[in-house]
């Protein structure tokens, strides 16, 4: 009994051998009795590799990257000034001003451009403030709080 067990056991694992190995694109082939071994390139199908954006913009016609971005500008209300303190940008950007000032945190801020463009509400630490140039021209304002501290200017091209 164990020899038949030893058999079907030497049996099941020779059968689930196989007279050929595959390597990378390289199937080998085990060689009969006074056989030389073989080579053949196997015929591999590559997977579809799927093109990323910068492949893309290289290979098809090209994206217009700016038509999908949001256009606006960052200006940040700390150490009391503006900053940056004048801004020049295109017709129909959106300039946002944000009260970042850690240090005069408990004070509010409440930006006005001469001649009445523009009027924020009154805008406390964190809080923000948008609006957007649609005409070309200088465009100066000031915090009405604190005139003498804090002038910025934003040149619409």
């Not at 959106?94 to 004070?107: F, G, K, L, N, P």
Request: overall charge negative; glycine content about 6%.
């Amino acid at each position: 009994m164990r020899r038949l067990i030893a058999l079907l056991v030497i049996v099941l694992f020779l059968a689930s051998c196989s007279r050929t190995q595959t390597s990378g694109n390289v199937i080998l082939e085990y060689p009969q009795e006074g056989e030389t071994v073989k080579e053949k390139e196997s015929t591999v199908v590559p997977e579809p590799v799927e093109k990323t954006e910068e492949v893309q913009e290289k290979n098809l016609t090209p994206i217009n990257k700016t038509s999908d971005k949001k256009k606006e500008v960052i200006v940040r209300i700390k150490y009391n000034e503006f900053d940056p303190k004048e801004i020049t940008i295109k017709k129909g950007t959106t300039v946002t001003w944000i009260h970042d000032d850690e240090i005069r945190d408990d004070e509010a801020h409440l930006l006005y451009g001469h001649g009445n463009e523009f009027r924020s509400p009154r805008m406390v630490y964190g809080e923000k403030f948008s609006h957007t140039f649609n005409e070309s021209g200088r465009y100066v304002y000031v915090d009405l709080l604190y005139k003498e501290d804090y002038r910025g200017e934003v040149i619409v091209q």
